[in-house]
Nanobody, 126 residues
């Protein structure tokens, strides 16, 4: 079992930055690939970013490439999402998720993930 708790969300002006954190419980954090997804009101949950168990491979959704960076610190059981140049369309609830496959072929498929956090709200004002 893995429990995930996101933090770092909030209200920011367009062009600003936020850093989300996702703290995981359990000793096996380093065995999981991790992902970030987001869901805006009335929309489907979208893939944002993913990272393999050792951080050697990452992937990003097209809308965030070049602006967001995913990273992880296995010693601290934490995965991060650095978000720069934020836009109003980035407004959503952001979720982190854990995939028990440490080196998945793809990161963007939500049903591949076994555990989910409760989400943190990010609001970008124009």
């Amino acid at each position: 079992q893995v429990q995930l708790i996101e933090s770092g969300g909030g209200l920011v002006q367009a062009g600003g930055s936020l850093r989300l954190s996702c703290a995981a419980s359990g000793r096996a954090f380093g065995n999981y690939a991790m992902g970030w997804f987001r869901q805006a009101p009335g929309k489907e949950r979208d893939f944002v970013a993913g990272i393999s168990r050792n951080g050697g491979r990452t992937a990003y959704g097209d809308s965030v490439k070049g602006r967001f960076t995913i990273s992880r610190d296995n010693a601290k059981n934490t995965v991060f999402l650095q978000m720069n140049s934020l836009k109003p369309e980035d407004t959503a609830v952001y979720y982190c998720a854990a995939d028990s496959n440490p080196f998945p072929a793809t990161f963007h498929v939500s049903h591949h993930y076994d555990y989910w956090g409760q989400g943190t709200q990010v609001t970008v004002s124009s």
